[in-house]
T-cell receptor, first 115, second 108 residues
């Protein structure tokens, strides 16, 4: 059974039209992460929540926001998507801060296309 | 300089062959190291952790060289199902830093 679930698998939006990507987890993990991965590139961490504490990466554009209303759910909001935001967006969780004994569990990802 | 760098490959090998590749990292204080596997258009999945003394998991052997700041992955007796992109991952403080991956293609 999937433990980190991302919806939808594929999302198409128009240039400049806000879009929200969803992630839920059944693992009751404290930490949830959002990554952006473009073709043939490494996943790039955008931000993460440790419980309710939000941690933004310094180079994450202001266009990207996140919400975590409860332990199970985390959302990625892109306020005004540009063509450069087309990518795979990966949600991951870990019980505690990622480390040797804290593997990250990834969802299947949402592939975002911008028209 | 990128935090984690990998030879993108691709490494094209016949079934049964041994293939090995490295990954370098820039932060000498990095604490933990992993290899993840990512299939085309799928999410990364943890393959194995890398321990200081080196470790094996079946046909996979991982090594860490702290002095030269690299880790390696060796795959013995390659199977068709080993075809994937292998991501080198380094843990610093609270986060994981991913390499862009090394693509391995095993042919029949």
């Amino acid at each position: 059974d999937a433990m980190v679930i991302q919806n939808p698998r594929y999302q198409v939006t128009q240039f400049g039209k806000p879009v929200t990507l969803s992630c839920s987890q059944t693992l009751n993990h404290n930490v949830m992460y959002w990554y952006q991965q473009k073709s043939s590139q490494a996943p790039k961490l955008l931000f993460h929540y440790y419980d309710k504490d939000f941690n933004n990466e310094a180079d994450t554009p202001d266009n990207f926001q996140s919400r975590r209303p409860n332990t199970s759910f985390c959302f990625l909001d892109i306020r005004s998507p540009g063509l450069g935001d087309a990518a795979m967006y990966l949600c991951a969780t870990s019980r505690d801060n990622a480390g040797r004994d804290q593997p990250q569990h990834f969802g299947d990802g949402t592939r975002l296309s911008i028209l | 300089r990128k935090e984690v760098e990998q030879d993108p490959g691709p490494f094209n090998v016949p079934e049964g062959a041994t293939v090995a590749f490295n990954c370098t990292y820039s932060n000498s204080a990095s604490q933990s190291f992993f290899w993840y596997r990512q299939d085309c258009r799928k999410e990364p999945k943890l393959l194995m952790s890398v321990y200081s003394s080196g470790n094996e998991d079946g046909r996979f052997t991982a090594q860490l060289n702290r002095a030269s700041q690299y880790i390696s992955l060796l795959i013995r007796d390659s199977k068709l199902s080993d075809s994937a992109t292998y991501l080198c991952v380094v843990y610093d403080d609270y986060k994981l830093s991913f390499g862009a991956g090394t693509t391995v293609t095993v042919r029949a």
